[in-house]
Every structure is written in structure tokens, then in C-alpha cells.
């Protein structure tokens, strides 16, 4: 039987599907509710859908629940970032939006680009990622109230309470950022080790290296270190007009999160880690310094992430550095 390809937009109450098999298409429409997934696997079997590749925008938790339950079914799931559909969506010159047109949009980008497999994470990864992400609010709110704290001038009562807020939210950050090294302890295979083997990179430390492992799949599932920098939205984008090239930044079309994680590692990795010396001495000959240079730079470090995962081996200067390193 032919492959099928099922585009899927979600919301918070409704899934809009979209199937496509040969010059066949069907569209309906589902409760997003454990009732309603199972009337969408009641309306695939009526059209003797076999081989199944679903596609859906990550939305939180909106569709997480529903691409478990596809992959259980035996379906092959791709979750992608929602940037992606929307450019693929310019590109066909879409100018009408509706949730039926959307899932028909993400049913043709899946046919046509056949993007990466989802595979679910384990119990031990999604704890990581909740308690990360929870860190990642935490941390944010305790910013916004350090920035109003010095904003302006308040009157006593008000900046107590402000201090105040600021006082508990870094108890509440300092006691999760020690629940999250005791979940990594508890699982040393799965998580311990590989943090030992990210902290191993000059620049990169336990909580960067949470967070990492956090928002990374499964390194395994990336056929190249290519596909790890698109995930990570740190592919570099060229543009050339007639005889004039430049660097024109990246394609933020990824992980907004990892490149967040990246950040402040390749700055500190520029002074202590020799690859990424080597390399910002070598972008600075050719001029190229600021933001570009930042990108370039958590470019490379998200490359030797890949490697020492993918070999299972911890950072080895003298193997990298001899290494051509490229922007």
C-alpha cells in the first residue's frame, strides 16, 4: 500500500487533519482528548491507512499527548517548529488561513521534506526537560523583577516587596537547580554520563549541560551534524547578490532554547577552549566579529556536543584542533 501523510494542526480544544495518499485527500476534524485520538484512529483505519507519516507544529503541551499516541500506534511522527510551516506556507504564496488549510500546508511539507522522526522521550528526559524549563521561568521572573527593582525609584513598602519576590525566587531557583543534579545522579547511564561527557567541552558546565540534554533528542537519531545545527536553528545563511557575498546570521528556524543554552558558553569557550580560540582568532583575521561571530562560534560548540555524544568519548584537544575549522 502507498504511503499516506497526514498533516495535523492543533489548538487547545481541536485537531484539524489533513490526509493525503496518491490524488486522494481527506480532511476532519477531532476533540483534542484522549476520546478524540481514538476517532481519529477509527477514521485512518476506515481509509486503510497502512504507512503513516504524521507531521505537527511543536505547541507544548497542546500536542504532545496526541504524538505519543500516534507513535504508539506504530506511526512514524515528525513534530516541527512552527516557523518552518509558516516560511514553507510563503513559499507556496498561501495568503488564506484557516485550521483546515494549515493541516492541508504541514500534510505537504511532510510529503515533500520528509522531516526528521520524532521519537518520544524517556520518563527520565521529560522529568529533566520539565525541571529545566521550570528553572527557565523561574529564572526569567526573577529577572523582571530585578529590572523593575532598579527601573525607577519605588516607595519603601513596594521595594520591599520587590526584594522580597527577588529573595524567594532564588531559594526557589537554588533548591530546583539541586533537584535537577540529584534526577541526573539518579539515572546514571541515561543522564549522568553524558552530562560528565558535555562538561568535558572548556565552557560547558552541569547546568548548560542539563538543559542540553533537556532539549536535545536522542543524538543518534541525527544523521549529520548538519541536521544537529538546523535543529538548533544555527545554520548560517548566505546571501549573494551579483559579485557581492556575505554572511547574512542564521536561520533562527530551531530551538530558540538551545541556542539560549549555547550563548554564554561560546563566549567563556572563546578564552578557554582551544577550538573555539582557534577558531574566533581565525574569524577576527577575516574580519567577521559581533553577533556573527557569536553564531559562528556556538556553531562549533554545538558541533563538538555532537561528537563527544556520538562517540561516546570525552573532548580531546589534540584530536579537534587539528580539525579544519570552518564558519
Not at 111 to 126: D, F, I, T, V
Not at 168 to 180: D, P, V
Not at 191 to 216: D, V, Y
Not at 282 to 303: C, V
Request: charged share 25%.
Amino acid at each position: 500500500m502507498s504511503n499516506s501523510f497526514l498533516g495535523i494542526d492543533i489548538s487547545k480544544e481541536k485537531i484539524d487533519v489533513h490526509l493525503s495518499r496518491d490524488q486522494e485527500t481527506w480532511s476532519g476534524q477531532f476533540d483534542n482528548s484522549s476520546q478524540g485520538f481514538k476517532q481519529l484512529q477509527k477514521w485512518l483505519k476506515k481509509r486503510r491507512v497502512d504507512q503513516l507519516h504524521t507531521c505537527m507544529e511543536a505547541t507544548g503541551s497542546y500536542g504532545e499527548e496526541l504524538a505519543y499516541f500516534l507513535h504508539e500506534q506504530g506511526y512514524q511522527v515528525s513534530v516541527v517548529n512552527p516557523k518552518i510551516i509558516k516560511h514553507y506556507g510563503l513559499s507556496k504564496m498561501q495568503r488564506n488561513k484557516t485550521d483546515k488549510l494549515d493541516a492541508k500546508l504541514i500534510a505537504q511539507y511532510c510529503q515533500k521534506e520528509g522531516p526528521l522522526l520524532w521519537h518520544p522521550p524517556s520518563e527520565a528526559e521529560r522529568t529533566l526537560r520539565a525541571l529545566t524549563r521550570r528553572l527557565e521561568a523561574l529564572t526569567a521572573n526573577r529577572t523582571r523583577e530585578k529590572n523593575r527593582l532598579t527601573a525607577q525609584t519605588h516607595p519603601d513598602a513596594v521595594k520591599r516587596s520587590i526584594e522580597e519576590t527577588i529573595a524567594f525566587y532564588t531559594q526557589q531557583i537554588e533548591t530546583l537547580e539541586a533537584q535537577i543534579q540529584d534526577h541526573i545522579n539518579l539515572h546514571p547511564e541515561e543522564l549522568k554520563e553524558k552530562q560528565q561527557l558535555l562538561t568535558s567541552i572548556p565552557g560547558i558546565g552541569n547546568k548548560t549541560a542539563a538543559i542540553l540534554l533537556a532539549e536535545l533528542p536522542d543524538i543518534d537519531l541525527f544523521r549529520s551534524v548538519k541536521q544537529v545545527t538546523a535543529f538548533a536553528g544555527l545554520t548560517p545563511k548566505q546571501l549573494q547578490s551579483g559579485k557581492t557575498k556575505r554572511a547574512g546570521g542564521i536561520y533562527k528556524l530551531g530551538s530558540r532554547r538551545l541556542r539560549t543554552a549555547l550563548y554564554f558558553p561560546a563566549l567563556t569557550g572563546k578564552i578557554h577552549n582551544p577550538v573555539l580560540r582557534q577558531m574566533a582568532d581565525r574569524l577576527a583575521e577575516r574580519g567577521l566579529t559581533g553577533m556573527s561571530a557569536i553564531a559562528a562560534l556556538m556553531r562549533k560548540l554545538l558541533q563538538l556536543v555532537y561528537g563527544v555524544l556520538k562517540s561516546e568519548r570525552p573532548f580531546d584537544p589534540d584530536y579537534v584542533v587539528n580539525v579544519q575549522v570552518t564558519a
